[in-house]
């Protein structure tokens, strides 16, 4: 079952923040984020495995909260580079990674 | 390593026609996925394979989609017969095995069906 992210969209002016949500209905092993720039594959930012841990990635920080089975992916200070389509995506335990439909972020100057 | 190697990039066949999607992995993953990304549903999972065995092939859509993997380097997904709401954008995906790895993906193959 594919995770669920929220918002579906959001349109972001250089220099603000926003977070992105996502949701799974099953107990996770990991949760891993991807970007993906129109027409380009997906492109690997982070994964947070279960231990409540958080990460960061330049001014991209996640968090994973395991209890509640629910992951959020942070951009502070944004910048155009940052606009795409991002993806979570879920490790249930096994081997099976399944993403969500994603959430369009557009980063305006 | 050139990273997940899909063939073809495009692909514009008939509604009825057989389709064949390639996919060539990373060397040494022994872990394969086969997405497929729509506007509506995002990157579905369609199957996946370990060490050239299917392990999960429940989002395969129907009957008309198989998967093969017939040794570690090669991959298909085949579609027959086609329809035109089989177009979409097909992802192949491969990682290694280890608790902390990431799946690597193809460009894709971008199928219409008309």
């Known amino acids: 079952q594919q995770p669920v992210q929220s918002p579906q969209a959001v349109i972001l002016r250089e220099g603000e923040d926003a977070v992105i949500n996502c949701s799974s209905s099953k107990a996770l092993y990991s949760v891993h984020w991807y970007r993906q720039k129109h027409g380009e594959a997906p492109v690997f930012l982070m994964i947070l495995l279960k231990g409540g841990e958080q990460k960061g990635h330049e001014k991209i920080s996640a968090s994973f909260n395991e209890k509640k089975q629910q992951s959020s992916l942070y951009l502070t200070a944004s910048q155009l580079s940052y606009s795409g389509t991002y993806f979570c995506?879920?490790?249930?335990?096994?081997?099976?990674?399944?993403f969500g439909a994603g959430t369009i972020l557009r980063v305006k100057s | 390593d050139a990273g997940v190697i899909q063939s073809p990039r495009h692909e514009v066949t008939e509604m009825g026609q057989e389709v064949t999607l390639r996919c060539k992995p990373i060397?040494?993953?022994?872990?394969l996925f086969w997405y497929r990304q729509t506007m509506m549903r995002g990157l579905e999972l369609l199957i996946y394979?370990?060490?050239?065995?299917?392990?999960?092939d429940s989002g395969m859509p129907e009957d008309r989609f198989s998967a093969k993997m017939p040794n570690a380097s090669f991959s298909t997904l085949k579609i027959q017969p086609s329809e035109p709401r089989d177009s979409a954008v097909y992802f192949c995906a491969s990682r290694e095995t280890g608790a902390n790895t990431e799946a690597f993906f193809g460009q894709g193959t971008r199928l219409t069906v008309v």
């Open positions: 995506g879920t490790r249930e335990y096994g081997n099976k990674l399944v």
């Open positions: 394979f370990n060490n050239n065995v299917p392990i999960d």
């Open positions: 060397s040494g993953h022994d872990y």
